[in-house]
């Protein structure tokens, strides 16, 4: 069984900065997984935010290009997401979890982001 506890989220500002980290636990063979960050806002389903592949190659939903990024440390079993400029907009609960296409880890609790002045 796979184990996902994303965290850091919180209150920003619009224009603000968060950098949402996701550690993996459980019978995962980290450094092989695609991974991605979703996130889910109240009323609305859950969508893809971006994505990086084992080797580290990343992709993104074009509502968030050029203002977030995300990274791997597989050592640590750890996924990030920076996100910079952010919009009220953003606000959602964020999730991380396998990529697309492959076999879905039980969601973790998330971590809420909210953006407000």
């Known amino acids: 069984q796979v184990q996902l506890v994303e965290s850091g989220g919180g209150l920003v500002q619009p224009g603000g900065s968060l950098r949402l980290s996701c550690a993996a636990s459980g019978s995962i063979i980290f450094r092989f997984t695609a991974m991605a960050w979703y996130r889910q806002a109240p009323g609305k389903q859950r969508e893809l935010v971006a994505g990086?592949?084992?080797?580290?190659?990343?992709n993104y939903a074009d509502f968030v290009k050029g203002r977030f990024t995300i990274s791997r440390d597989n050592a640590k079993k750890t996924v990030y997401l920076q996100m910079s400029s952010l919009k009220p907009e953003d606000m959602a609960v964020y999730y991380c979890n396998t990529a697309p296409g492959s076999t879905k880890a039980s969601w973790g609790q998330g971590t809420q982001v909210t953006v407000s002045s």
């Open positions: 990086i592949t084992s080797g580290g190659t990343t």
